[in-house]
């Protein structure tokens, strides 16, 4: 008799993992990479008081995002430093000088979300962010971000082949010891992030 009931036992485990396996694997992240030609990562700062605006082209990007689970979605992107541009020629040679970027030795930036807060509506919109650790200069500080996702305008509401991710934020320069030509340029530098991603098959 207990020997039939530990039979027992083990066939419903073994039936409950089964059932159980084909949910573990729908709920599992989505792999998304980016549209290069849809995709653009903006800064601006204040140089002598005056707005400008550079851009930073995006070397390498690893998304997953969980559609039953929004909160559990990753995003690791690579940015190209030594291919920072701005507006104006000395300022990209002056923020790629060692008192800035120091892009002979840190050529690369990097961020990596820890974190998602949904907004109210338990979106990835309307006040949600991500925070994560960002890695400039070779030195890691925590930023968060506010963040949007998007579907294509026109497609159908179970259509996640292809999304619209926005983010923002503002980050300190000091804080990363890219403390160069403080006279002229201003601490903070805003972030503005456009990109468009698309289901990896």
């Keep these: 008799m207990h020997t039939t009931r530990i039979q027992r036992r083990t066939l419903l485990a073994g039936l409950s993992a089964a059932l159980l396996a084909p949910q573990a694997l729908l709920a599992a992240p989505l792999p ?7 995709t653009d990562v903006r800064f601006t700062f204040l140089l002598n008081g005056q707005p400008q605006q550079g851009r930073l082209p995006v070397r390498a990007a690893r998304i997953r995002i969980d559609p039953q689970n929004l909160a559990r979605s990753q995003a690791d992107i690579t ?3 030594r291919r920072a541009r701005t507006g104006l020629i000395f300022a990209t040679e002056a923020l790629k000088s060692p008192g ?13 979300s820890t974190r998602i807060r949904l907004g109210p509506d338990g ?4 006040g949600a962010q991500i925070t994560g650790d960002l890695t400039l200069r070779g030195t890691t500080r925590a930023i968060t971000l506010q963040a949007a996702l998007y579907r ?5 509401a179970d ?3 292809e999304l619209d991710v926005h983010l923002s934020g503002q980050l300190s ?6 403390t160069g030509y403080a006279g002229l340029v201003a601490d903070r530098v805003g972030l503005a992030i456009r990109a468009r991603i698309r289901q990896a098959r």
Aim: proline share 7%; glycine share 8%; aromatic share 10%.
């Design 159 to 161: 259509d996640l082949r």
């Design 79 to 81: 940015l190209d430093a």
């Design 123 to 126: 979106r990835l919109s309307g």
């Design 32 to 38: 998304y990479r980016l549209v290069p030609e849809a």
């Design 152 to 156: 294509r305008p026109g497609t159908a």
């Design 173 to 178: 320069r000091a804080a990363f010891g890219a």
């Design 100 to 112: 800035v970027l120091d892009t002979a030795r840190f050529p690369e930036i990097r961020f990596r």
